[in-house]
């Protein structure tokens, strides 16, 4: 079981307001903020004064920022005084968002941030004051000031911290550790031990939980985590999303996860943040808003947590929730990358392979698909394959290429598994012919969709290869995957129409012939295929011999079944082909390429100077199929 922290990232608007720089100053005990709210000059401080929360961190924003500056000569002020202006400006534009989404948890965290920051430079050096960064990116190194609601951690640290503390908690004491790393074999007894001493320790409370949670104890880890939340610990109310949204101890609830994530988002944790905006792009617990989940990821994504910064990768080379940029995507790939995170190299590898916003360098994309590889990673040790395969910046390698095919396939990659379906079934690139293994993998990738697994699948029961020949559960998965448009299933499920057709008495017969031949086919009720370009005019639907016979208005084949037959009788496949080739412009002007099956007949054609019976094909239910 891993923390789920994934989601899809995008850009905060940024807009502009005006600087206001000022001191908290307190009235009558009560906290004010850092400016006259009688005064305001911009939405920004509209929004703080509008917010007893927002109110409450300004002030103490302003009463650190006073404490330095009462400290400072004359010169050293003036570099904290420039250096809040461009904190200022820096928050009235990146908070500056649009009317449809909420402010508050992006001046909650840049405040929080800012306060670290000027708390930090109490009695620091000069160079540190004059260099105060308004960057906003200083949480993951300080973590956020605990809110009010949150108890102080103190104590020493403990067995508990060793084994269970997060990485990613900014209250934590020590390194912390992953949450694929927590041995519980350690980590509960440790824990159960501080809690016993210490049994009001939110901090304490929340580890234990996360003991309890690897160990599978979910009950557990539930009350643990809920002792944390109540007081007010980020951490644990992220965990409590987790567990809703997993149905882990609890009926699973996305409502309730939103709920959680929102509340240890709003106090700037990171994973909650990205989780809160993978909700939004997903629509889970909330109404899908892209704008939202713009603005969550990328708070979480500015903190340098690297999950995030991968998915706000994601979106940029998508186009989700902003135009697509792959500049963008490659530099927040990059962030990722550089911290371990094997989606982001795997991703990154992608994008020199096909050289999107970067330029195209086999050779880079190979050092970036390893490193991946090397962790697990599917898509790139599917995409290792690929690269041994066709020798794209390595010597071509068959044998290394099947090897990362056999080990991303094992995983449940559909592509690998069809690959190694092909490996086998041709008996070439240095694997022995082995149809039994080439069906077992072409079958695990067919069942997940792949089309090109349910062709191959099609042709190993077509062609009696590993298994008895069966042409109806050929026609099955040729249908599947012609149905998802994959060309060649479509000449192979052609080809079986035709066959099928020959085998109940379907003379196969050229155009030409059927036009010399018709009125004697037409007496007999002669049973045929053609093949030739279709072309609806008006409600008629007729059959021309090329491309060429439509531009010279020669003689056609009337198929007298009505547009019925072919659009509603007809299989998917051909159904969707006949409306794509009627609404293309091109299909509708020049014809689509078209087997049908009928029998020959006599039909009555109407002019202007009178009717005449000419020999047309009465198209069977069903039987017509694409050509290629």
């Not at 508990?160 to 949450?179: E, H, L, M, V, W």
């Not at 944390?228 to 699973?252: D, E, I, R, T």
């Not at 947590?305 to 929730?321: C, H, I, P, R, T």
């Not at 479509?490 to 010399?516: C, K, N, W």
Request: proline share 4%.
């Amino acid at each position: 079981m891993s923390d789920p922290w994934r989601g899809f990232l995008a850009v905060v608007a940024l807009g502009s307001g005006q600087l206001s720089a000022g001191l908290a100053i307190a009235q009558n005990g009560t906290m004010q903020p850092s400016f006259d709210c009688a005064k305001v000059a911009t939405p920004i401080e509209r929004i703080i004064c509008a917010d007893p929360d927002l109110v409450q961190w300004d002030g103490r924003m302003g009463e650190a920022f006073k404490l330095v500056y009462t400290q400072l000569a004359d010169a050293e002020r003036r570099a904290l005084l420039e250096s809040q202006r461009r904190w200022i400006a820096m928050r009235n534009g990146r908070c500056n968002l649009p009317a449809s989404m909420d402010a508050k948890p992006c001046i909650l965290q840049l405040t929080s941030e800012r306060l670290a920051t000027l708390e930090g430079l109490n009695g620091a050096p000069v160079a540190s004051v004059a260099g105060a960064s308004v960057s906003g990116s200083h949480l993951k190194q300080a973590g956020p000031t605990p809110r009010s609601s949150q108890v102080p951690q103190g104590g020493a640290i403990t067995s508990c911290d060793t084994y269970a503390a997060n990485d990613s908690d900014p209250q934590r004491k020590g390194q912390g550790i992953q949450f694929e790393k927590i041995d519980p074999a350690l980590a509960v007894p440790a824990c159960e031990s501080a809690v016993r001493k210490s049994p009001n320790t939110p901090r304490l409370n929340y580890q234990l939980g996360r003991a309890y949670h690897k160990a599978n104890n979910f009950s557990a880890a539930l009350e643990q985590e809920l002792k944390a939340a109540g007081q007010g610990y980020g951490p644990a109310q992220n965990s409590l999303g987790v567990m809703y949204a997993a149905g882990q101890g609890v009926a699973k609830d996305d409502a309730q996860a939103v709920g959680w994530y929102r509340k240890a988002a709003e106090q700037g944790f990171a994973p909650a943040q990205n989780n809160l905006g993978f909700m939004y792009a997903n629509g889970q617990g909330v109404p899908k808003d892209d704008a939202q989940a713009v603005a969550w990821y990328r708070m979480s994504a500015e903190q340098g947590f690297a999950l995030a910064q991968n998915n706000l990768g994601v979106m940029y080379a998508k186009g989700q929730g902003l135009s697509q940029n792959y500049a963008e995507a490659v530099k927040w790939y990059h962030k990722s990358a550089d911290q371990g995170n094997a989606f982001a190299q795997s991703n990154l590898g992608a994008l020199y392979r096909n050289a999107q916003g970067v330029t195209q360098n086999y050779a880079v994309a190979m050092q970036w698909y390893r490193r991946a590889a090397d962790q697990g990673n599917v898509p790139a040790q599917a995409s290792l394959g690929d690269m041994y395969f066709n020798g794209q910046g390595v010597p071509q390698n068959y044998a290394e290429a099947a090897k990362w095919y056999l080990k991303a396939a094992d995983q449940g990659d559909a592509a690998a598994q069809s690959n190694l379906g092909v490996i086998y079934q041709r008996g070439q690139w240095g694997a022995p012919q082995d149809y039994a293994e080439a069906l077992k993998w072409y079958r695990r990738s067919a069942d997940q969709g792949n089309a090109i697994a349910q062709d191959n699948l099609g042709v190993m029961y077509s062609e009696d290869h590993g298994v008895p020949q069966d042409f109806a559960e050929a026609e099955r998965w040729f249908r599947k995957a012609a149905d998802q448009g994959n060309s060649l299933a479509q000449d192979h499920l052609a080809a079986q129409h035709v066959r099928a057709a020959q085998e109940h008495g379907y003379r196969r017969i050229t155009f030409d012939d059927f036009m010399l031949d018709g009125r004697e086919l037409a007496a007999n009720s002669a049973k045929v295929s053609v093949e030739g370009v279709y072309v609806k005019q008006g409600e008629i639907e007729m059959l021309f011999p090329s491309l060429l016979a439509i531009a010279i208005a020669r003689e056609t084949i009337r198929l007298d079944a009505g547009i019925g037959v072919l659009t509603n009788d007809a299989t998917r496949s051909v159904r969707k082909f006949l409306l794509d080739c009627r609404n293309n412009p091109i299909g509708a002007q020049m014809g689509c390429s078209l087997t049908v099956i009928g029998r020959a007949g006599m039909c009555t054609r109407t002019t202007l100077v009178g009717s005449t019976d000419l020999p047309c094909l009465v198209v069977e239910d069903g039987a017509a199929t694409p050509s290629h």
